[in-house]
């Protein structure tokens, strides 16, 4: 079975704190990929990354980055947290760009 | 530009009815992918079905159905019999590959409510 895991169910941070969020699957998956899901915005994508060092915007990355070092781990970071990135946060990977996305149990984010 | 619409936005149903969500798309590619996604209230998002575009055969796996149409760009989603168990979000996505990667374009969701 496909495993994604995220470093926290759970994080609260304070404005203006730097958040990395974590995110490691174990099945070689090529594209791996962070959305953020709001109540009555459904799932929004920020950034995906089809290979190690490669990144790509997706719809929402304004205030986000992220990392890619290794194939299996990709990371989200928040630069200077905000109130308004609070939010629960979703990491999945693909095999190809045609595969299916497999996720992880999220990080719900709280920012006060 | 891509587009995925379910209209439902909320459904409740008594366990052991039927229940059909409905789940249309827009794409100008002629090679894309289907998705349907059960999102439960644990939050995680459990993959149940991918579909090609040049495959129209409904599918079938035990209590749940599919139904993929072309002609309307539609790709409908049956439970039947329902359960308590069924109780949950659903997300239908279609694929758009950028680049060398790939990206899901969600529909909203709908959540099924069922009672027992």
């Known amino acids: 079975d496909v495993k994604v895991t995220q470093s926290s169910r759970y994080l609260v941070k304070r404005t203006g704190e730097k958040v990395f969020l974590e995110c490691v699957q174990d099945?070689?998956?090529?594209?791996m990929f962070w959305y953020r899901q709001d109540p009555g915005l459904g799932l929004r994508l920020i950034y995906f990354?089809?290979?190690?060092?490669?990144?790509e915007k997706g719809d929402i990355p304004e205030g986000y980055s992220v990392s890619r070092e290794k194939k299996e781990r990709f990371s989200l970071i928040l630069e200077s947290a905000s109130t308004n990135q609070t939010s629960m946060y979703l990491c999945a990977s693909s095999l190809t760009g045609w595969n299916e996305q497999y996720f992880g149990p999220g990080t719900r984010l709280t920012v006060t | 530009a891509q587009k995925v619409t379910q209209a439902q936005t909320e459904i409740s149903v008594v366990e052991k009815e039927d229940v059909t969500l409905d789940c249309v798309y827009e794409t100008r590619d002629t090679t894309y992918y289907l998705f349907w996604y059960k999102q439960p209230p644990s939050g995680e998002l459990v993959f149940l079905i991918r579909?090609?575009?040049?495959?129209?055969q409904n599918e079938i796996s035990g209590r749940y159905s599919w139904n993929f149409q072309k002609s309307t760009s539609s790709f409908n989603f049956t439970i039947t019999a329902s359960q308590v168990v069924d109780s949950a979000v659903y997300f239908c996505?279609?694929?758009?590959?950028?680049?060398?990667?790939?990206?899901?374009?969600f529909g909203q969701g709908t959540e099924l409510s069922v009672k027992p």
């Open positions: 099945m070689d998956h090529e594209n």
């Open positions: 579909r090609n575009s040049f495959d129209e």
């Open positions: 990354s089809y290979d190690v060092k490669m990144k």
């Open positions: 996505a279609l694929s758009e590959v950028y680049n060398q990667g790939g990206k899901l374009i």
